[in-house]
């Protein structure tokens, strides 16, 4: 029954190398989230999308870019990962202010 | 201005012991307080809402919390706690201005001893 699906649940990059993290829902919800979540700290929003309208967070750095095909999937690319990039990266989806619902992650290591 | 302060970054409690994390917000706006559970290398599961109805709020697991406006606290707490609700706690504010803006508190990690 899971809602919010993270894929894959480990990924490994090279310094440099693009890397695409994806996310289904199956709520349906309107919007959906990513975030980035480092070691023992909160996680960061990066950006949202509300149906179709990218929005993106003021210190979201250049390197982090999104796609929603349609209303079920959304990717995070990261075009050049650095060092400082490796974290977990948890989507979210809801409706418009009701509770977020959250995927278990992808966690990204970089070599 | 909107803030999140969890004052505790470490809660140790023993099992069967009642559980109080802290957490006092500050916001503009009349806003929709959460509580967040997660426990390692998983998402963020919802524990419980307060969304202006009643202060009290209950939760799952057994978890419940008061929204109090005059202290601006929205505290978890537990009768008794279980080993398997060691885990880090966050608790979350969302100003009600029409945006989808959510502020995360540091995050209390909970252990549990046996």
């Known amino acids: 029954d899971a809602m919010v699906i993270q894929n894959p649940r480990y990924q490994v990059t090279q310094f440099g190398k693009p890397v695409t993290l994806s996310c289904s829902q199956t709520?349906?919800?309107?919007?959906m989230y990513w975030y980035q979540q480092k070691s023992s700290q909160a996680p960061k929003l990066l950006f949202h999308?509300?149906?179709?309208?990218?929005?993106n967070e003021a210190d979201t750095p250049d390197n982090f870019q999104s796609r929603r095909p349609n209303t079920s999937f959304c990717f995070l690319d990261i075009r050049s990962p650095g060092l400082g990039d490796a974290a977990m990266y948890l989507c979210?989806?809801?409706?418009?202010?009701?509770?977020?619902?959250f995927g278990d992650g992808t966690r990204l290591s970089i070599l | 201005a909107q803030s999140v302060t969890q004052l505790d970054s470490h809660v140790s409690v023993s099992e069967g012991t009642p559980v109080l994390l802290r957490c006092n917000y500050s916001s503009s706006y009349s806003p929709s307080l959460f509580w967040y559970v997660q426990h390692p290398n998983k998402g963020l599961q919802l524990l419980l809402k307060?969304?202006?109805?009643?202060?009290l709020v209950k939760g799952i697991n057994g978890f419940e919390a008061e929204f109090k406006k005059s202290e601006t606290s929205f505290h978890l707490t537990k009768p008794s706690a279980h080993m398997s609700d060691a885990a880090e706690y966050f608790c979350v504010v969302r100003p009600n201005t029409g945006g989808f803006k959510t502020i995360f508190g540091a995050g209390t990690r909970l252990f549990v001893k046996a």
């Open positions: 999308y509300y149906d179709k309208d990218f929005n």
């Open positions: 979210a989806t809801s409706e418009v202010h009701q509770p977020q619902h």
């Open positions: 307060y969304t202006s109805a009643a202060t």
């Open positions: 709520l349906n919800h309107n919007v």
